[in-house]
């Protein structure tokens, strides 16, 4: 009798579920092609992360890791009172309220012009806009050099010299204009993000708003802008990520590592020109909190200006 009843559950269980076994081989042949980014990610990228805290907690120094000791929370207690770290803090807060804003809208800025339908040539100019940001920041930097060369760069030859104008003073902008340039130059990704969010908004919501005399730049503001708000926010996230994000790797710091931020150039000086380890370490888990609290505060704000439609479904009904 119980195995009677054990093999009428079983079958009403195949019934119930038709495409079980199908689901589950499916997720066995999804896991093992996710399994190399896997393995690569705690190698890698975790396992650093957490030998980053321990270090935190120690004096090690690169010339000499055998004198190693436990140091408590000495070093988060230098950085209260070092004057260097959080000028570098302060400046890297403004390096982001600099370079991700203008990175969010210069990138809404060209999705909104590649969705009109009036545009030619979308597909190259995709390519154009994105191909940049695979480009490494070191190339960036050395063709920005080159670029504003007093003696030999394009911009005295082709522009300066015609206009009669004098050449540029070297150093003169140099960092600020670097910034803004490498902050252009990987726009790719968040342009893709937004121009894909603005393809999928329903035509029948510009089309009502047309037939009740809304101008182009209303159904902007009052369509494009709330259905693609999560677009946004994303772009938002992951550029925030990418500034400040790499730190707790130690590898951060060099315009190689494309960022600029003024923290990550004071950890990688505290590592690599004066073998700090441990106090390298306690700066980067700094910016990591700093880092996580911007994004928690993004999160809960996020309520207030992203709009998601599952969110909104659920609440009508």
């Known amino acids: ?27 066995i042949i999804g896991l093992l092609f996710l399994s190399p980014w896997l393995l690569g990610f705690v190698l890698l990228k975790l396992l650093p992360i957490l030998f980053t805290f321990g270090y935190s907690f120690t004096d090690f120094k690169m010339i000499s890791p055998d004198k190693a000791t436990f140091v408590g929370l000495q070093n988060y207690i230098r950085f209260a009172t070092d ?10 807060l403004g390096y982001f309220m600099t370079t991700v804003p203008l990175e969010v809208l210069v990138a809404l800025a060209l999705a909104t012009i590649l969705s009109s339908q009036r545009m030619r040539l979308k597909a190259l100019w995709r390519l154009v806009i994105f191909i940049p940001s695979i480009i490494p920041a070191a190339a960036i930097a050395f063709i920005w050099a080159g670029f504003i060369n007093p003696d030999s760069g394009w ?26 340039i490498m902050a252009l130059w990987s726009i790719g990704p968040n342009f893709l993000i937004m121009y894909g969010a603005m393809l999928h908004v329903p035509k029948d919501l510009y ?38 994000g790499g730190s707790l790797l130690l590898d951060r710091g060099y315009v190689f590592s494309q960022s ?13 020109s004066y073998f700090y380890v441990g106090y390298a370490s306690a700066l980067a888990w700094v910016m990591f909190s ?22 909104s479904r659920h609440e009508s009904f």
Do not use: C
Request: proline share 9%; hydrophobic share 45%.
């Open 83 to 92: 004057l260097d770290a959080w000028s570098s803090l302060v400046g890297s």
């Open 1 to 27: 009798m119980p195995e009677l009843i054990s093999h009428t559950t079983t079958s009403k269980q195949k019934e119930a579920h038709p495409h079980a076994a199908l689901r589950r081989r499916e997720n």
């Open 260 to 272: 600029l931020s003024p923290m990550d150039g004071y950890i990688d000086q505290t590592m690599f």
């Open 290 to 311: 700093v880092t996580m609290t911007i994004t928690i505060i993004l999160f809960r704000s996020a309520r207030r200006w992203v709009y998601f439609p599952e969110e």
């Open 155 to 180: 911009l005295n030859r082709l522009f300066l010299i015609p206009m009669g104008l004098p050449p540029p003073v070297e150093g003169v902008g140099g960092i600020p204009a670097l910034t803004t």
């Open 207 to 244: 089309e009502a708003a047309r037939v009740d005399g809304a101008g182009p730049l209303m159904r902007f503001l009052n369509i494009t802008i709330p259905m693609i708000s999560p677009a946004i926010f994303f772009s938002v996230v992951i550029s925030l990520t990418s500034a400040f």
